[in-house]
T-cell receptor, first 113, second 113 residues
Framework: DARVTQTPRHKVTEMGQEVTMRCQPILGHNTVFWYRQTMMQGLELLAY????????DSGMPKDRFSAEMPDATLATLKIQPSEPRDSAVYFC???????????FGPGTRLTVT | AQSVTQPDIHITVSEGASLELRCNYS??????LFWYVQSPGQGLQLLLKYFSGDTLVQGIKGFEAEFKRSQSSFNLRKPSVHWSDAAEYFCAVGPSGNTPLVFGKGTRLSVIA
């Protein structure tokens, strides 16, 4: 049963620290999405990759967030430095052209104190 | 701009009763429409999707949704709710299934005996 995996599942860190979240998309999928979920804003897109190329990161605060795909099996989202307002659940999803749906990982719950 | 409105933040229904969750969207072209469900602490699972054809679509877990272009709506229904249906439900819209989605704020469903 192919799934999107995310690590860590939970992260508690202090303000100013670097946070790295990892995502392993479903093998063979060619798109990766990073979404952030908060009570106030709901689910919003942070970044979008197609065939490992970044296509849309307009939802990401550029000064502190970065997203990369070092290879087809790994996507990373980094926050440096982290701030309390970054506390949220970060979801990774992957998809495949011709398949009309995205598959979501379990999320990383980030708490910045 | 794309947007999704889910007018009901929280709905409580009795087990065995019927359910309808409302979703209205704003989109400039023919949309791809989705309903996702999120159980506590879990990722999002796709319930059903619509992009063309029959406007009444069937999904998993006994859910169905009807696309009404004239009303810009895509309401989710279930004839008889089970206690295990208690979760958060999200409506989403996008240009296709494998591009970034815009989500509604969600409707939390509680099921009482």
């Amino acid at each position: 049963d192919a799934r999107v995996t995310q690590t860590p599942r939970h992260k508690v860190t202090e303000m100013g620290q670097e946070v790295t979240m990892r995502c392993q998309p479903i093998l063979g999928h060619n798109t990766v999405f990073w979404y952030r979920q908060t009570m106030m804003q709901g689910l919003e897109l942070l970044a979008y990759f197609r065939n490992r190329a970044p296509l849309d990161d307009s939802g990401m605060p550029k000064d502190r967030f970065s997203a990369e795909m070092p290879d087809a099996t790994l996507a990373t989202l980094k926050i440096q430095p982290s701030e309390p307002r970054d506390s949220a659940v970060y979801f990774c999803a992957s998809g495949l052209d011709g398949r009309y749906e995205q598959y979501f990982g379990p999320g990383t719950r980030l708490t910045v104190t | 701009a794309q947007s999704v409105t889910q007018p009901d933040i929280h709905i409580t229904v009795s087990e065995g009763a019927s359910l309808e969750l409302r979703c209205n969207y704003s989109y400039g072209a023919t949309p791809y429409l989705f309903w996702y469900v999120q159980s506590p602490g879990q990722g999002l699972q796709l319930l059903l999707k619509y992009f063309s054809g029959d406007t009444l679509v069937q999904g998993i877990k006994g859910f169905e949704a009807e696309f009404k272009r004239s009303q810009s709506s895509f309401n989710l229904r279930k004839p008889s709710v089970h206690w295990s249906d208690a979760a958060e439900y999200f409506c989403a819209v996008g240009p296709s299934g494998n591009t970034p989605l815009v989500f509604g704020k969600g409707t939390r469903l509680s099921v009482i005996a």
